[in-house]
């Protein structure tokens, strides 16, 4: 039976990756200079979404294609060391929403960076949709929607980086590599491993990092940058968040975390600055899973992080709207407010008191 599954499975990829690979090897016999592309990522884009777009922005230039990076909204101040992040249009800007509006008009290929469902950028969704342009869809997210003309899809990668890196040498064009492309990578896969710590942390991606290196990338650099570009207020902020809006259950081996408007108001919080404060939690000896509340304009967004083998994309898509991978999952909760939210979580934890004691006694 094993044998049988696990050649299944065998068959399965083998399909896909045949499947993918026929189809992404005709686009680049389509991708000459003069092309128009416009590239695109997720709301509140990360960086691996500002680094995948900026890295194959800088891949494209090289092959004689101008493309622009249009993202649904603002990147937060870390990321704006990448070379080309000036030059970013954001969607919820009134002047760049002319523009991006007419580039997409025209665009031959959008490019559709670090997500798998066009929802992911909401406001800009439409337009996507609605454009004649290729859409090639370049991502590791769970179950791809079915909007894309080309898929390069693994969600074994780690990051949408690693994919841009193995695309470029599948296409034979590691020369093409550079410090800047390289930095750009270097800085998505650093993140969406969690800097080399969470189980999506493969052999490829040192092998891929190893080659970054050697192409002339800085990593220590690129970890100061991101990392340790810290205003004040945002420490101050992790502070009070961590001193004062974080419980444990021990019973749950759960941390849970939550954010006020008020909160962000008081500490003067920017794009980006609630990013990675959910992963603390984590740090508590036998905690399984940690949940991060943020009380936004419209409505309570929820991050989630577990460790293995615990699946919190499931509990985020059973109870909060929500979903992603396997350790590292969003929802929101689009019934009350952050109070009715809490409840919401007290309620349900109980029914997911045995897989948790489950996994716990793996
Ligand atoms: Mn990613």
Redesign the pocket.
Same mark, same amino acid.
Do not use: E, I, K, V
């Given at each position: 039976m094993n044998k049988f599954i696990s050649n299944f499975a065998f068959a399965q990829i083998y399909f896909w990756h045949t499947y993918f690979m026929t189809s992404i090897s005709e686009l680049k016999a389509q991708l000459i200079p003069g092309t128009k592309a416009v590239i695109t990522a997720h709301y509140n884009p /990360?960086s691996?979404?500002i680094g !995948?777009t900026l890295a194959f922005q800088g891949y494209l230039a090289k092959k004689g294609i101008q493309a622009t990076v249009a993202v649904p909204s603002a990147l937060s101040a870390n990321l704006k060391w990448m070379p080309g992040a000036a030059d970013i249009l954001t969607y919820d800007e009134l002047l760049h929403k002319v523009q991006i509006d007419a580039l997409v008009e025209e665009a031959d290929f959008i490019f559709c960076l /670090?997500f798998s469902g066009i929802q992911r950028l909401h406001n800009m969704a439409p337009l996507v949709r609605k454009s004649r342009a290729k859409k090639v869809v370049i991502? @590791? @997210?769970l179950d791809p929607e079915d909007f894309g003309d080309y898929y390069y899809h693994r969600t074994i990668a780690a !990051?949408?980086?690693e994919l841009i890196y193995d695309l470029i040498l599948e296409w034979g064009d590691e020369n093409l590599l550079d410090p800047s492309i390289g930095s750009c990578l270097y800085s998505?896969i650093m993140t969406?491993t969690g800097s080399f710590r969470h189980p999506n942390t493969t052999a490829h991606v040192h092998t891929v990092v190893a080659a970054l290196i050697d192409v002339g990338v800085n990593t220590n650099e690129v970890h100061r940058k991101v990392f340790d570009s810290s205003s004040i207020d945002r420490l101050k902020f992790i502070g009070h968040v961590l001193g004062q809006r974080m419980d444990y259950l021990p019973e749950y081996h759960l941390a849970f975390m939550w954010i006020t408007a008020e909160d962000l108001t008081k500490f003067n919080s920017q794009a980006g600055d609630t990013e990675g404060i959910v992963n603390y939690g984590l740090q508590i000896t036998g905690c399984v899973w940690s949940i991060l509340m943020i009380e936004r304009p419209d409505g309570v967004k929820l991050s989630f992080r577990s460790i293995e083998p615990f699946a919190v994309n499931e509990f985020a898509s059973k109870y909060f709207e929500g979903g992603g991978h396997k350790n590292a999952s969003g929802g929101r909760f689009s019934g009350g407010s952050l109070v009715e939210a809490k409840k919401k979580l007290m309620e349900v934890l109980p029914l997911y008191l045995s897989e948790i004691n489950r996994v716990k006694n793996l």
């Open positions: /990360d691996d979404a !995948s /670090d991502d @590791h @997210h !990051s949408t980086c998505g969406d």
